[in-house]
């Protein structure tokens, strides 16, 4: 079974920082490009940041930068998204996903999504 699982979510105080992690399952993610992805209640889906299969990264989010980091480590088959000076607008439920080779444009598909993980910024 092909799955993607994330992990590392939870209450986490303004100013934190915390760590997802995305890891796969029945693949590998060498040949892959992998997107975060967040959404907050009542708000759309938010593309954050995606990492193409030689390491290169886009960023989609103008609200994390400088804050988020993504990376990845094939050997773990693993893809993390490293968060920083967490605030609460940061709140929100978040995902990763799989697609071959390149990071799309805004919008462009993904293969292969998880189920999510909560991150929750409050005092």
């Known amino acids: 079974q092909l799955q993607l699982v994330e992990s590392g979510g939870g209450l986490v105080q303004p100013g934190g920082s915390l760590r997802l992690s995305c890891a796969a399952s029945?693949?590998?993610?060498?040949?892959?490009?992998i997107g975060w992805f967040r959404q907050a209640p009542g708000k759309e889906r938010e593309e954050v940041l995606c990492?193409?299969?030689?390491?290169?990264?886009?960023n989609y989010a103008d609200s994390v930068k400088g804050r988020f980091t993504i990376s990845r480590d094939n050997a773990k088959n693993t893809v993390y998204l490293q968060m920083n000076s967490l605030n609460p607008e940061d709140t929100a439920v978040y995902y990763c996903?799989?697609?071959?080779?390149?990071?799309?444009?805004?919008?462009?598909?993904?293969?292969?999504w998880g189920q999510g993980t909560q991150v929750t910024v409050s005092s």
């Open positions: 029945g693949f590998t993610l060498d040949r892959k490009a």
């Open positions: 996903a799989a697609r071959y080779y390149v990071c799309p444009a805004v919008g462009g598909r993904y293969d292969y």
């Open positions: 990492i193409n299969e030689r390491g290169g990264t886009t």
